[in-house]
């Protein structure tokens, strides 16, 4: 006699949940990427010191422009000049005050901001200046 063939179905066989779980986790083992390794100690120190020198620079030119500012606008006194010298850049513009009590006296003006007037030898412009120090001077447009 012939053996019968058992119809089974192979279509509606599930594994079992054990197997299942071990395909997720190799699954997620195998997605999963190590991370870089962190940097050393140092590296950490010289990065923030750079960081440190850079606000310390740039605190070094933002403040003294901004203290000669706030000083001119407080106790500043207003004054007509004549320019006597002129860079070609303008790197530098002097100027001798001619209505002040500090008349005759020749001084640079000062930057703000690395921004110097645009002006010519002999223009006249109005100037604001510290009365106890004429060497903080500030041309007013």
Known sequence: MAKKKSKR?????????????????????????????????RVILV???????????????????????????????????????????PKYVKVRLVSSPKAGTEVELWDYG???PETQTGASMIVTYDPEDPSRILAQS
């Open 9 to 41: 179905h192979m279509d509606q066989y599930q594994l079992p949940p054990h197997v299942e779980e071990a395909r997720r986790a190799v699954a997620r083992v195998a997605a999963w990427k190590p991370r870089p390794p962190l940097p050393q100690l």
């Open 47 to 89: 990065g923030f010191g750079l960081f440190l020198l850079c606000v310390g620079m740039a605190l070094a030119f933002l403040l003294p422009s901004q203290s000669l500012v706030q000083d001119l606008r407080s106790r500043g006194v207003s004054a007509a000049a004549t320019v006597v010298g002129v860079d070609s850049q």
């Open 114 to 116: 690395g921004m110097l």
